[in-house]
């Protein structure tokens, strides 16, 4: 799996900051944005954060390039409605060569291995078949499994990305796509530190673990 940042809003905390000292002040976004201090922008950040007061965090964006996570993942991820996704199309590419997931589970029962690899190959040598035979790529393609790896392009804002982030990284959510949001974590930590630092787990917010099973990170109320 990759995660790459393609592309952002510029400074992107100091626009947030700056829209919401807007809120309060007669001066323009402009002239804030040109006279706000880092430790404002820290301060401010901060105050937004404590306070609830997350729609500022709206006006950063993120674009991230994933590539190689399997199918099972990405149905996952767009179940997140505040984001654009565009994803490599099953209909349109015609894939020669079949890139696909191993779990860590499988990969280390050596027996189960090469069962579920020779499955794999199997139905990708049913999908060329198919293909070969002028059946449709959109067609052929039901046969190939959840474990197909994919690729796409996801813009997701600050607001949306830590709430994401506050589920998928609860170490109760499906393994691949904790590791998907532990490298989208890492990629905007690198250009907004304060901003990846509220990339965490839910229990992070709360204080404490509302999952059936607690991972033991945080207390449970029961
Ligand atoms: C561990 C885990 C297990 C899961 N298991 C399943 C499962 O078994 N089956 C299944 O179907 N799904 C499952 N999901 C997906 C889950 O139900 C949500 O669909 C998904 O996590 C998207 O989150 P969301 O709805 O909070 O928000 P997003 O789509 O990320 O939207 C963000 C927020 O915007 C608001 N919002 C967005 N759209 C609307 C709207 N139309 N109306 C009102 N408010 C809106 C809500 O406040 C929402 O929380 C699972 C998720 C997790 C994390």
């Given at each position: 799996?990759?995660?790459?940042?393609?592309?952002?809003?510029p400074?992107?905390?100091?626009?947030?900051?700056?829209?919401a000292?807007?809120?309060?002040?007669?001066?323009?976004?402009?002239?804030?944005?040109?006279?706000?201090?880092p430790?404002?922008?820290?301060?401010?950040?901060?105050?937004?954060l404590?306070?609830?007061?997350?729609?500022?965090?709206?006006?950063?964006?993120?674009?991230?390039?994933?590539?190689?996570?399997?199918?099972a993942t990405?149905?996952?991820l767009?179940?997140?409605r505040?984001?654009?996704?565009t994803?490599?199309s099953?209909r349109?590419?015609?894939?020669?060569?079949?890139?696909?997931?191993?779990?860590?589970?499988?990969?280390?029962d050596?027996?189960?291995?090469?069962?579920?690899?020779?499955?794999?190959?199997?139905?990708?040598?049913?999908?060329?078949?198919m293909?070969?035979a002028?059946?449709?790529?959109?067609?052929?393609?039901?046969?190939?499994?959840?474990?197909?790896?994919?690729?796409?392009?996801?813009?997701?804002?600050?607001r949306?990305?830590?709430h994401v982030?506050?589920?998928?990284?609860?170490?109760?959510a499906?393994?691949?796509?904790?590791?998907?949001?532990?490298k989208?974590k890492i990629e905007?930590?690198k250009?907004?530190?304060?901003?990846?630092?509220?990339?965490?787990?839910?229990c992070?917010?709360?204080?404490?673990?509302?999952e059936?099973?607690?991972?033991?990170?945080?207390?449970?109320?029961?």
């Amino acid at each position: 799996m990759q995660v790459t940042l393609i592309a952002y809003t510029p400074d992107p905390e100091l626009v947030i900051a700056a829209a919401a000292r807007l809120s309060a002040s007669p001066s323009s976004t402009t002239k804030i944005m040109e006279k706000m201090s880092p430790q404002r922008v820290d301060s401010l950040l901060a105050h937004l954060l404590a306070s609830g007061h997350l729609s500022p965090f709206e006006h950063a964006s993120f674009t991230l390039a994933i590539d190689g996570i399997s199918r099972a993942t990405s149905h996952q991820l767009v179940r997140h409605r505040i984001a654009s996704y565009t994803q490599q199309s099953q209909r349109y590419v015609p894939f020669t060569q079949f890139h696909y997931v191993t779990p860590e589970t499988i990969a280390s029962d050596p027996e189960l291995l090469v069962r579920y690899q020779q499955a794999v190959a199997a139905a990708h040598q049913l999908y060329s078949q198919m293909l070969d035979a002028g059946i449709p790529a959109e067609d052929a393609r039901f046969i190939l499994p959840n474990a197909a790896a994919t690729s796409l392009v996801m813009t997701m804002n600050a607001r949306e990305l830590m709430h994401v982030c506050a589920q998928r990284l609860c170490l109760r959510a499906q393994w691949e796509i904790v590791q998907l949001f532990e490298k989208v974590k890492i990629e905007v930590q690198k250009v907004a530190p304060r901003i990846g630092a509220e990339l965490k787990p839910k229990c992070y917010h709360m204080g404490y673990c509302d999952e059936q099973e607690s991972c033991g990170l945080m207390p449970t109320l029961g």
